[in-house]
């Protein structure tokens, strides 16, 4: 029997959608108002969720308290009050979209959570938009 708990995280971080590769008017039809020279924020919400077994010997699928230092440590610190686009290195070259955010989100949390377990990431830019990434 598996069994998926979740564990949920708050960040404030700046970003611009934008493509170098085209011309200004095409970065402002294509991404309108988040393509703002200036940059603009959202307060992103966060859903990590493993699936497993229960241990046994714990009754837990995973320490919650363990998760939590990982999300604080290593999602939470790198991206907390940050403007994306200079603040992040990986996001240099990667337009900071939901999509990319989530799947970066979920490359750092990888490494931490073990391969045995399903790992999924959800990211609320706004209460009503939102996305989710498996590692599929």
Same mark, same amino acid.
């Given at each position: 029997?598996?069994? !998926? ?18 011309? &200004? ?24 969720? /493993? ?5 046994? &010997? !714990? ?10 230092? =990982? ?22 070259? /990667? =337009? ?10 979920? &490359? ?12 999924? /990431?959800?990211?609320?830019? !706004?209460?009503?938009?939102? /996305? ?5």
């Amino acid at each position: 029997m598996e069994v !998926t708990v979740s564990r949920k995280a708050h960040f404030n971080a700046a970003h611009r959608l934008f493509n170098e590769k085209w011309s &200004d008017k095409k970065n402002s039809d294509v991404f309108g108002k988040c393509n703002y020279p200036n940059y603009h924020g959202h307060n992103y919400e966060l859903i990590v969720s /493993v699936t497993g077994k229960i241990n046994p &010997d !714990t009754g837990y699928v995973i320490d919650m308290g363990e998760l939590k230092k =990982i999300i604080k440590n290593e999602i939470e610190e790198r991206l907390d009050h940050k403007n994306l686009n200079l603040d992040v290195p990986y996001f240099s070259n /990667v =337009i900071p979209s939901a999509e990319n955010i989530c799947i970066y989100i979920y &490359d750092i949390l990888r490494n931490y959570i073990q391969k045995e377990f399903h790992l999924s /990431v959800k990211l609320y830019e !706004t209460p009503r938009n939102f /996305v989710e990434y498996s590692g599929n």
